[in-house]
């Protein structure tokens, strides 16, 4: 069936610091892929998407490249802020004709001062 | 500001208590979905519900009951659960079910404690 693989996290960066967390899938078809977050006490809010391969959602300073070669859908930004610290969901839809979510185990971001 | 809203966002409950949990949106949407999520596993979908039909059922116990009077509001009637159902529950919804680039809104979530 379909899947998300995160990387494991606790992730603890420096602010400024490079961002890379790390999202591979499994799917039949064509899925679109998603990134959501979620700052503590709150629920999932959209980050970004790409629905076709090749495609670059961005967001706030991330960004997340749709590669179908590699099944990937990586999350980077470029220089981090404190304010970034929360739980990052790698997720898939679509692969069947729906909009069923299927989600990553969620990365944990912490960015210290 | 969310579009989504849950209430309570917090719920303390014995295993013989009867509760619900509600969700609201403002969205003008036509799918509304439960989600739980418990500590390090993946987001769990639990129903689907598109034009206040259920069309998704994944498994879930029969102590948890949903129902949707109407395609703005959800409802998660909750009786006799163990405490291993204590997690944070999540509503959204989304335009369509079906609409794989559909975006889903989410709301804040309850917390809930079964003692």
């Known amino acids: 069936g379909d899947s998300v693989t995160q990387m494991e996290g606790p992730v603890t960066l420096s602010e400024e610091a490079f961002l890379t967390i790390n999202c591979t899938y499994t799917a039949t078809g064509y899925p679109s892929l998603f990134w959501y977050v979620q700052y503590p006490g709150e629920g999932l809010q959209l980050l970004l998407k790409a629905t076709k391969a090749d495609d670059k959602g961005s967001n706030k300073g991330f960004e997340a490249t749709y590669r179908k070669e590699t099944t990937s859908f990586h999350l980077e930004k470029g220089s981090v802020q404190v304010s970034d610290s929360a739980v990052y969901f790698c997720a898939l839809s679509g692969s069947g004709n729906t909009g069923k979510l299927i989600f990553g185990q969620g990365t944990t971001l912490q960015v210290k001062p | 500001e969310t579009g989504v809203t849950q209430t309570p966002r917090h719920l303390v409950m014995g295993m013989t208590n009867k509760k619900s949990l509600k969700c609201e949106q403002h969205?003008?949407?036509?799918?509304m979905y439960w989600y739980k999520q418990s500590a390090k596993k993946p987001l769990e979908l639990m129903f689907v519900?598109?034009?206040?039909?259920?069309?998704e059922n994944n498994s879930v116990p029969s102590r948890f009951s949903p129902e949707c009077p109407n395609s703005s509001h959800l409802f998660l009637h909750l009786h006799t659960l163990q405490p291993e159902d204590s997690a944070l529950y999540l509503c959204?919804?989304?335009?369509?079910?079906?609409?794989?680039?559909?975006?889903?809104?989410f709301g804040p979530g309850t917390r809930l404690t079964v003692l």
């Open positions: 519900y598109s034009l206040e039909e259920r069309v």
């Open positions: 969205l003008g949407h036509n799918a």
């Open positions: 959204a919804s989304s335009q369509d079910d079906s609409a794989a680039t559909d975006t889903q809104y």
